[in-house]
């Protein structure tokens, strides 16, 4: 017998059960019996109806198993947005505006854009340092 692997399923104070009569072929067993399953989950809202089979545990608990997954689900998609706008407040978008300096070298031209100075020395900015004639 293969190992029962560790399932995250949710607490039973998290959610509401509700039984019902199933639909479909079965005659008067399935008219009588309640074991159709109805699973919402509070916080989320997430609704799981399962009519599979005639014994109430079992469609109980592959209900709670499948709301489990699709809470767990929702919980990650939520992380992984959060964790996508923190990124992009960091890169702070990346776009051209976001540059300190430009430099042209066709044109022998270097700009600083946070003090809007502009210079035709361009080599002497880049091999000699001089960012004096940009800044000051």
Do not use: W
């Not at 000699?128 to 940009?134: A, E, N, S, T, Y």
């Amino acid at each position: 017998m293969p190992p029962k692997r560790e399932r995250n399923l949710l607490p039973e104070s998290e959610i509401d059960i509700k039984f019902s009569v199933g639909s479909g072929p079965g005659g008067q067993h399935r008219n009588r019996t309640e074991s159709a399953v109805t699973m919402i989950h509070k916080d989320t809202g997430i609704r799981i109806y399962l009519d599979g089979g005639r014994c109430q545990h079992t469609n109980r608990a592959e209900a709670l198993e499948i709301l489990s997954a699709k809470v767990n689900q929702h919980h990650n998609a939520e992380k992984a947005a959060e964790r996508s706008e923190a990124r992009k407040k960091q890169v702070d978008g990346g776009g051209r505006g976001n540059k300190i300096r430009t430099y042209n070298y066709i044109k022998s031209r270097a700009v600083d854009h946070r003090t809007g100075k502009k210079t035709k020395n361009v080599q002497a900015v880049i091999e000699k340092g001089r960012f004096d004639l940009l800044i000051g």
